[in-house]
Nanobody
């Protein structure tokens, strides 16, 4: 089992920044491919970003490329999502997730956090 706890969400004006954190406990964090997903009201959960086990490879949705940066610190068992130039359409609940294999599909992630709300005002 892996337990994931997100933090860092909040209310920010358009153009602002937030940094989300995902603290992991349980099994060895560095064994897991980490992803961030988001779900806005009335919409399906969508992929935002993912990072490989060693942090060398990252993946981004087109909608956040150039604005968001995913990273991880395996010594601290924590993954991060730095979000810059936020837009109202970024408003959603953000979830971090852990997968045993490389994947950008939410159905292949084994463990999920409870989510953190990000609200961007115009």
């Amino acid at each position: 089992q892996v337990q994931l706890v997100e933090s860092g969400g909040g209310l920010v004006q358009a153009g602002g920044s937030l940094r989300l954190s995902c603290a992991a406990s349980g099994r060895t964090f560095s064994n897991y491919f980490m992803g961030w997903f988001r779900q806005a009201p009335g919409k399906d959960r969508e992929f935002v970003a993912a990072i490989s086990w060693n942090g060398y490879t990252t993946f981004y949705a087109d909608s956040v490329k150039g604005r968001f940066t995913i990273s991880r610190d395996n010594a601290k068992n924590t993954a991060y999502l730095q979000m810059n130039s936020l837009k109202p359409e970024d408003t959603a609940v953000y979830y971090c997730a852990a997968a045993a294999k490389s994947s950008l599909s939410f159905s292949e992630y084994d463990y999920w956090g409870q989510g953190t709300q990000v609200t961007v005002s115009s």
